[in-house]
């Protein structure tokens, strides 16, 4: 069976992530030993491609899933970086 693509948009979104558990131990001055860099304390910036929202938060949790501290705390859809 033949499946038609070309209808399929990509779009691409921004997210705001940060480490929940690095941030908690920077904070208390305790010694950080989740294997993360003490950067992920504060947010940084993920650019992810998908065909929705909802697939673009579900690409962010497998990448950085929530059982290892991470937190997606803003999700956006940004204009194509390529487009004309």
Same mark, same amino acid.
């Given at each position: 069976?033949?499946?038609?693509?070309?209808?399929?948009?990509?779009?691409? &979104?921004?997210?705001?992530?940060?480490?929940?558990?690095?941030?908690?131990?920077?904070?208390?001055?305790?010694?950080?030993?989740?294997? &993360?860099?003490?950067?992920?304390a504060e947010g940084r910036f993920v650019e992810?491609?998908?065909?929705?929202?909802?697939?673009?938060?579900?690409?962010?949790q497998r990448d950085y899933p929530?059982?290892?501290?991470?937190?997606?705390?803003?999700?956006?859809?940004?204009?194509?970086?390529?487009?004309?």
């Open positions: 069976m033949h499946r038609d693509y070309s209808k399929i948009r990509i779009k691409y &979104f921004e997210g705001r992530i940060y480490n929940a558990r690095v941030r908690e131990l920077v904070d208390s001055g305790q010694y950080n030993d989740t294997g &993360f860099a003490d950067a992920w992810v491609r998908a065909t929705s929202l909802v697939e673009a938060m579900r690409l962010l929530e059982d290892a501290g991470f937190k997606v705390t803003d999700l956006i859809e940004i204009p194509d970086p390529y487009a004309p």
